[in-house]
């Protein structure tokens, strides 16, 4: 896989919201994993090879910030 983008590009602490992540073949993708402890992803139905869906929750005591993550899947793995 590779990423392009997500959006929306920001999630405020102690909330779940649903992204969107663009790339290629990322319709085989497994498992998104962020670096940053607090920070949980559940995939969502509807991927497609250039479009991923998944929730994120982010901990109230998250700091604010970007935080890199990786994506898996039998075509391999990209990180952002």
């Known amino acids: 896989p590779t990423i392009a983008g997500v959006a929306p590009?920001?999630?405020p602490p102690g909330s779940i919201t649903r992204l969107l992540l663009s790339g290629t073949n990322l319709s085989g993708v497994n498992s998104?994993?962020?670096a940053q402890p607090g920070l949980f992803v559940t995939l969502?139905?509807?991927a497609t090879a250039t479009q991923l869906p998944?929730?994120?929750r982010v901990l109230?005591?998250?700091p604010e910030g970007a935080y890199p993550f990786t994506v898996s899947g039998p075509g391999?793995?990209?990180a952002s």
């Open 60 to 62: 109230a005591g998250v």
């Open 76 to 78: 391999g793995s990209a």
């Open 54 to 56: 998944f929730d994120l």
């Open 9 to 11: 590009a920001a999630v």
């Open 44 to 46: 969502a139905s509807g």
């Open 32 to 34: 998104v994993v962020f």
